[in-house]
Nanobody, 115 residues
Framework: QVQLVESGGGLVQPGGSLRLSCVAS????????MGWYRQAPGKQRDLVAG???????NYAESVKGRFTISRDNAKNTVYLQMNSLKPEDTAVYYC?????????WGQGTQFTVSS
């Protein structure tokens, strides 16, 4: 069984920064891709950023230049550094990993961008 625990949510003002973390634990031998998705109220869950085991990254157009995804393989952890935050970034953010155990989702962490 794989567990993902996200942290870092909260309230931040427009233009501010925040970092999300997601730690994977359990019977994992190898993690391939890791990523962050988000879901705003009434909307579908969309990919925000992804990172491969080799470190290649991809981003949604709406966050390019503002968000940075990274991973620490020794800690089974993926991060999402978010800068220049906008109200439209408000959502529940979910961590996702693809490992030798298949796909796994975190429980989600909410943050709100508001003045």
């Amino acid at each position: 069984q794989v567990q993902l625990v996200e942290s870092g949510g909260g309230l931040v003002q427009p233009g501010g920064s925040l970092r999300l973390s997601c730690v994977a634990s359990g019977s994992i031998f190898r993690i391939y891709n890791m990523g962050w998705y988000r879901q705003a109220p009434g909307k579908q869950r969309d990919l925000v950023a992804g990172i491969t085991s080799g470190g290649s990254t991809n981003y949604a157009e709406s966050v390019k230049g503002r968000f940075t995804i990274s991973r620490d393989n020794a800690k089974n952890t993926v991060y999402l550094q978010m800068n220049s935050l906008k109200p439209e970034d408000t959502a529940v953010y979910y961590c996702y990993i693809h490992s030798d155990r298949g796909g796994s989702w975190g429980q989600g962490t909410q943050f709100t961008v508001s003045s």
